[in-house]
């Protein structure tokens, strides 16, 4: 099952008529075919026939909600993204080091092969497109790498590059844990979080201990 793009409460807010509670539950279910056909893949390939038999509804339906298949993707992405970028501010909110924070981000991103596979599957799924979603994971990255260069604490001299590299290793751990878990254990995605630190500039003694530090609790999906 994909990961659902919003809390199930939001499609019956209160004061809420049943039509337009119908039709939340109608976009929510396009969202959702979306999500798990980019985690399945098949995002650029897929039909609006496909989308509309995956979410259960009438082919016609989908234009009562979305003008193209591009929108539709784009929308379910933002909106996976920013949740998980939510959840993960929350995660940090505690820590002030910008190295900290940012290698927190990695360690709990690199986990979601074992705490949420559905949505690895849909990142991986939408492999470095993910950096042009203006909303979720990657401006977040890029706000803490360009938080580390103006703290001192990162000396890598282009945030945007630094960024691409980034996401290059994550994806690469969660394909690889996804087709190979043998091979990935929770080691490897602290190792990842130490190359990335020393990639960034932190002295490699110091990334080495930032990087097995007792990480917060993650907040349910």
């Not at 979410?55 to 784009?74: M, Q, T, V």
């Not at 000396?155 to 751990?173: E, M, N, R, S, Y």
């Not at 394909?175 to 990842?192: F, K, N, S, W, Y």
Request: glycine letters at 8%; charged letters at 25%; aromatic letters at 4%.
């Amino acid at each position: 099952m994909a990961p659902s793009a919003q809390p199930a409460a939001a499609n019956s807010a209160p004061g809420q008529t049943r039509l337009h509670r119908r039709k939340a539950r109608t976009r929510q279910a396009l969202i959702d075919a979306a999500v798990g056909l980019i985690a399945e893949g098949r995002g650029e390939r897929a039909s609006i026939q496909e989308i509309t038999e995956a979410a259960d509804i009438g082919f016609g339906s989908f234009y009562n909600h979305f003008e193209s298949k591009d929108e539709l993707f784009r929308t379910a992405s933002e909106e996976v993204l920013e949740r998980w970028g939510q959840m993960i501010d929350r995660a940090c909110a505690d820590l002030d080091d910008p190295a900290e924070v940012f290698a927190t981000s990695i360690r709990i991103s690199g986990r979601l092969g074992w705490t949420h596979p559905d949505l690895a599957r849909f990142i991986t799924g939408a492999g470095l497109d993910l950096l042009d979603i203006p909303r979720g994971l990657a401006p977040r990255a890029l706000r803490d790498i360009k938080l580390g260069q103006a703290a001192g604490r990162f000396t890598v001299p282009h945030a945007d590059i630094a960024l691409g590299a980034v996401a290059g290793g994550l994806l690469g751990l969660l394909r690889v844990h996804q087709h190979h878990p043998e091979q990935i254990d929770e080691t490897a995605v602290d190792q990842l979080a130490e190359a990335i630190l020393r990639m960034l500039g932190v002295p490699a003694r110091e990334a080495k201990r930032i990087a097995v530090r007792e990480l917060p609790d993650i907040p349910a999906w």
